[in-house]
Each structure stands twice: as C-alpha cells, then as structure tokens.
C-alpha cells in the first residue's frame, strides 16, 4: 500500500516563505514524473509544478520565478519551495506521484495560508 505523505505547509506572510515536502512508503514501479497541485476554495485544482525523472520541470505561470519543485526518485520524495508568496497562494496543496507503470498516487493535502 502506497502512501504519500505531506508536511510543510502553514501560515506564512506575503512575501514569506514554505517548503512543502511529500514522502512516499510503500513500493512504486518506477517514478515517471512528480507534480504539486493545489486547490483553492471554490475552485478547481491547478496544477503548479511538474517535474521528470530526468529532472525537466514546468510551471504554472502565477508561480514561475517564485516557486521551486525539486524532487529524489531513490527517495520517492519531491519537494516545492515556495518563496515571495502571496495571498492568492493560498489553498491545499497536494503532491502526485505517476509510476512507470501508470499508476497515480496522491497525497492527503496540506494546508497553506498566505496572509498578514
């Protein structure tokens, strides 16, 4: 049984930071790509950072420049840095791992909140 868990989140100010973790136990064949999704209240979940098992990353266009998805395929662990946040950052973030074998797996969501 494969799990991801998240920690990191939290309130921050604007212009603040977070890191956001997500770990993986269990076995995953393979990992293709890594991704950080979040939702924001009464919206649909975006996509915010991807992320191959070659290490090619993309982002979303609110968050290029200011936030960092990094991640250890040994370790089954990706990463987001998050830097000069903003209130529209806030949301739960989840993480999502595909395997080679396509099958996805996601993290419980963690709550982040940017606000003075």
């Known amino acids: 049984q494969v799990q991801l868990v998240e920690s990191g989140g939290g309130l921050a100010q604007p212009g603040g930071s977070l890191r956001l973790s997500c770990a993986a136990s269990?076995?995953?064949?393979?990992?293709?790509?890594m991704r950080w999704y979040r939702q924001a209240p009464g919206k649909e979940r975006e996509l915010v950072a991807h992320i191959t098992s070659g290490d090619s990353t993309e982002y979303a266009d609110s968050v290029k420049g200011r936030f960092t998805i990094s991640g250890d395929n040994a370790k089954k662990t990706v990463y987001l840095q998050m830097n000069n946040l903003k209130p529209e950052d806030t949301a739960i973030y989840y993480c999502y791992i595909r395997s080679g074998s396509l099958i996805s797996y996601w993290g419980q969501g963690t709550q982040v909140t940017v606000s003075s």
């Open positions: 269990g076995y995953i064949f393979g990992i293709s790509f």
